[in-house]
């Protein structure tokens, strides 16, 4: 089960709701539903839960580039939401090269058989595709408003949302949109 809310902060506190990302399929469409509920330059926090196995927090500030933290990677890129989040710059891999695919096809347009790129024999899902066990992402998203890396890292996927939005002050905010 799965719990997203949009944590905005405006001239009178923060504001909360609730939103469904079925329609979201990027970081880049996930930052723009965040930027339309917020306001001005102020920034909004977008929470995600995966109830007891992973968290993601994605922050936004006006025109910035989203910051984002994963609490458990592994455990998010098997999930829908969380392909949304880790990209690979957040992974450390090198992004996929769209032009990588002309060299598995002949010029025929037939398959050539071995990818040129790797080694006959040799998988394809090896480390290039592996994703780290356990947090990535920035956890100093949040220490501005009180809330340091330290505290982030030791936050669990049972309550992070919840001990987050208490934090900020807007605990009460949050329940209310759960």
């Known amino acids: 089960m799965y719990f997203?809310?949009?944590?905005?902060r405006t001239?009178?506190?923060?504001?909360?709701?609730?939103?469904?990302?079925?329609?979201?399929?990027?970081l880049d469409e996930l930052a723009e539903l965040a930027r339309e509920a917020g306001s001005d330059?102020?920034?909004v926090l977008v929470c995600i839960e995966q109830e007891?196995?992973?968290?993601g927090i994605v922050r936004v500030d006006g025109e910035d580039d989203p910051r984002v933290?994963?609490?458990d990677a592994a455990r998010a890129v098997r999930s829908a939401y969380g392909e949304i989040l880790l990209s690979d710059e957040l992974l450390g891999r090198e992004p996929e090269d769209p032009y990588a695919l002309d060299h598995l096809v002949d010029l025929d347009g037939t398959e050539d058989g071995t990818d040129a790129l790797t080694e006959p024999g040799k998988d394809t899902d090896d480390a290039a595709e592996a994703v780290p066990q356990g947090p990535v992402g920035d956890p100093g998203l949040m220490a501005d408003f009180g809330?340091?890396?330290?505290?982030?890292?030791?936050?669990?996927?049972?309550?992070?949302?919840a001990e987050?939005?208490?934090?900020?002050?807007?605990?009460?905010?949050?329940?209310a949109v759960r």
């Open 52 to 55: 007891g196995a992973w968290f």
């Open 147 to 161: 809330v340091d890396s330290a505290a982030v890292l030791s936050l669990t996927p049972d309550n992070a949302l």
């Open 41 to 43: 330059e102020e920034p």
């Open 69 to 71: 933290f994963v609490s």
């Open 4 to 8: 997203t809310a949009l944590l905005a």
């Open 164 to 175: 987050i939005a208490d934090a900020l002050g807007c605990g009460d905010v949050l329940e």
């Open 11 to 26: 001239e009178n506190g923060w504001e909360a709701s609730d939103r469904e990302l079925d329609d979201v399929e990027t």
